[in-house]
Nanobody, 128 residues
Framework: VQLQASGGGVVQPGGSLRLSCVAS????????MGWFRQASGKKREFVAT????????NYADSVKGRFTISRDNAKNTVYLQMNSLEIEDTAVYYC??????????????????????WGQGTLVTVSS
């Protein structure tokens, strides 16, 4: 599956952005999806995952309660709604698809190595 992320930009602290990631192909609905981010000079880190049906989600502690991951399988799209943005959220955000289809156990999906396809990244800058 090929992924194309968009929606990044510059926002003030406390503001909101919604990222989108559109997938090509007809098998999008069979993949768990994730969002990761990488700040300048830091390692890529897990942000959120959603299972293939959209019924289960998982979040990094740093974004829990502020970010929401969702998906629309009819549109081959996964979203990341980001509210109450903080300067520390500044990073390039990447969407990714699970290496496997219909994987039930999601506990390992905080690890970037468990994802087989990646989007190109979209830059989010939180600055006053």
């Amino acid at each position: 599956v090929q992924l194309q992320a968009s929606g990044g930009g510059v926002v003030q602290p406390g503001g909101s952005l919604r990222l989108s990631c559109v997938a090509s192909g007809r098998t999008f609905s069979s993949y768990n999806m994730g969002w990761f981010r990488q700040a300048s000079g830091k390692k890529r880190e897990f942000v959120a995952t959603i299972n293939w049906s959209g019924g289960r989600t998982n979040y990094a502690d740093s974004v829990k309660g502020r970010f929401t991951i969702s998906r629309d399988n009819a549109k081959n799209t996964v979203y990341l709604q980001m509210n109450s943005l903080e300067i520390e959220d500044t990073a390039v955000y990447y969407c990714a698809a699970d290496r496997f289809t219909y994987r039930f156990e999601m506990s390992r999906l905080t690890n970037a190595e468990e994802f087989g396809s990646w989007g190109q990244g979209t830059l989010v800058t939180v600055s006053s």
